[in-house]
């Protein structure tokens, strides 16, 4: 008996998680299936879940490396740096009356994060070109088009080979930037984005089941 009523409560979550979803993204591709204030309201709260979403999601991070340093697990030295950092720049939010416009929020995000960011992002590209170079030691064809690309865009993003790059060499990078790449990267986000909703659906359906 229980089992069935649990089974009936997961069909009609999953349905009105279906149709709010369904009325969400049909307005914002412009397809008007509910009053306008109705599917603001259902954004807000998308967004509003979103939020507790992020929470949760922090504070379970947060439990999975205190853990780890509790049991001196492989590695806990960068979960214990990681939990500093944490703590650090949540202590900065925090204390500062500014909020994240604060001076010591700010320094933060100028002197830690943009320059780890940057710092991931460029060994993203070095990864990149060793990949493509082992692609290319395979014997692939392909290999050299990646290659030539990837030491292409390289070579007019540095800053100091910038000056001495031909403005034709450049004005071709930042075509093939704009329109090929830029599509190449929508077509792989919206992918990636459609995937993850699939996924999602499929776990809904199976424990509803």
Same mark, same amino acid.
């Given at each position: 008996?229980?089992?069935t009523r649990s089974g009936w409560l997961n069909r009609i979550v999953l349905l009105?998680?279906?149709v709010n979803a369904g009325i969400v993204v049909s307005s914002r591709l412009g397809l008007a299936l509910a009053p306008p204030g109705v599917a603001t309201t259902l954004y807000g709260w998308a967004l509003l879940l979103g939020g507790f979403a992020i929470i949760l999601g922090i504070a379970n991070a947060v439990r999975f490396h205190l853990v780890r340093v509790q049991r001196g697990q492989r590695e806990w030295l960068l979960s214990l740096v990681l939990l500093i950092v944490f $703590?650090?720049?949540? @202590?900065?939010?925090?204390?500062?009356?500014?909020g994240t416009r604060g001076q010591l929020s700010e320094?933060?995000?100028d002197a830690v994060l943009a320059p780890g960011q940057a710092t991931l992002f460029a060994l993203t590209g070095i990864f990149l070109v060793s990949a493509a170079y082992h692609f290319l030691r395979i014997g692939r064809p392909g290999g050299v088009w990646i290659t030539a690309g990837a030491l292409l865009m390289l070579l007019v993003q540095t800053p100091f080979l910038y000056e001495i790059v031909p403005d034709s060499v450049v004005a071709l990078v930042d075509w093939l930037l704009?329109?090929?790449?830029? $599509?190449?990267?929508? @077509?792989?986000?919206?992918?990636?984005?459609?995937?993850?909703l699939f996924i999602s659906l499929r776990l809904i359906v199976n424990n509803a089941k």
């Open positions: 008996m229980f089992s009105i998680v279906l $703590a650090l720049v949540l @202590g900065a939010g925090i204390s500062s009356p500014e320094w933060v995000f704009t329109w090929p790449v830029m $599509a190449a990267m929508r @077509g792989v986000l919206l992918g990636g984005a459609l995937a993850v």
